[in-house]
């Protein structure tokens, strides 16, 4: 089961009032679900930061500030740094050392680690031992986009939190994807030079994602080797090189799944200018959507969304990427 922003603080906040709440939380859920918010409101409600009643008595809602403001002696946020976009380590231990500290009877200590799953191998083996035996007054919050990637050892000690929420479609390249879009819309469909322009700028979003997380695992490997280069032995960077592999072909799939999921409301838009019908996703690319809307006929438009769905159902199959999406393209936008 999947909550709300709102349903999971009253939650925390009701184990909380019973003395019941757990010491390591897994909020995960897509970009933009609101998982940082979270984590802000169940720290300000450990802070007392109530909102109290206005003149009527009636309850007002606590002001929440964003998660980046909140931080501090009792509250230590990690985020994935260094060239891998990794969380190292030695940013594990000064956590620990931070959430060990002495501090009041009331005074709760908080560690927030934003993209649980870009904790490199050593820096899980480390954190393992705090979700073990977290000290007295302690709430750990993991937030993730990828809660299947993290080691089940991890899991098993933290309480799951799914939030709901649809993806916010104008990150990871979204924006950008959108902005082509309603440039090359101008001209209207049914060009093979617009549809093949489309898929080579779609397909160059695509490659530079993979080179960057490849850069990137590469990356990690070079820092895990000069970590534990002394410690480990056999073959287990080789298993660990193959572990980042999977991993990065799974973080690209899911870029690639992203830009598909862009494409498509942008595709969706245009159909509801063409109906009348409201609630945009791209509201400020309406003129542009419209104008476009107007040269298409409706069986024309419904026939490019399900050749758009034809090929994202054949780019999860072993088809050739850079063919499927020619011949795709041509068939959606051509």
């Known amino acids: 089961m999947a909550f709300a922003v709102e349903q999971g603080y009253e939650r925390m906040k009701g184990a909380h009032e019973r003395g019941r709440l757990a010491h390591a939380f897994l909020i995960s859920g897509p970009v933009g679900c609101g998982k940082r918010r979270l984590a802000a409101m169940v720290i300000g409600m450990l802070q007392g930061q109530g909102g109290g009643s206005d003149l009527f008595g009636e309850e007002v809602a606590p002001e929440v500030k964003p998660l980046e403001e909140l931080e501090g002696d009792r509250v230590r946020i990690l985020r994935p740094q ?26 709760w200590k908080v560690g927030v680690i934003v993209g649980a799953e870009r904790m490199n191998a050593q820096a899980v083996n480390a954190f393992l031992k705090t979700l073990e035996e977290p000290p007295p007054q302690t709430l750990l919050m993991l937030l993730t986009t990828q809660p299947d990637s993290l080691l089940p050892t991890v899991i098993s000690r933290c309480v799951r939190m799914p ?4 993806p916010d479609l104008q990150t990871d390249g979204g924006a ?15 060009s093979a030079a617009m549809a093949l322009s489309l898929k080579s700028m779609f397909s160059g979003m695509l490659q530079k994602r993979r080179a960057r997380m ?42 690639r799944s992203h830009l598909f999921e862009v494409l498509q409301a942008w595709m969706l838009d245009v159909l509801r200018c063409k109906t009348g019908a409201e609630g945009l996703d791209f509201a400020a690319s309406e003129a ?22 034809e090929l994202r159902a054949t780019l999860e199959t072993n088809a050739q990427e850079q063919l499927a999406l020619e011949v795709g393209f041509l068939r959606a936008f051509g």
Do not use: C, H, N
């Open 288 to 309: 542009a959507l419209k104008q476009l809307a107007e040269g298409e006929p409706l069986a024309g438009l419904l026939r490019r969304m399900d050749a758009l769905e």
């Open 163 to 166: 939030l709901v929420g649809e």
């Open 82 to 107: 260094s060239k891998s976009r990794r969380i190292r380590v030695d940013e594990v231990r000064k956590l620990e050392r931070s959430l060990f500290m002495a501090s009041g009877p009331d005074e």
């Open 176 to 190: 950008e994807l959108v902005a082509a879009l309603d440039q090359l819309a101008a001209g209207g469909f049914g």
């Open 214 to 255: 490849t850069a990137e695992a590469e990356e990690a490997i070079r820092e895990e080797k000069k970590e534990l280069g002394k410690v480990v032995e056999g073959d287990w960077f080789k298993r660990r090189e193959e572990e980042l592999k999977a991993a990065t072909e799974s973080e690209y799939l899911a870029a």
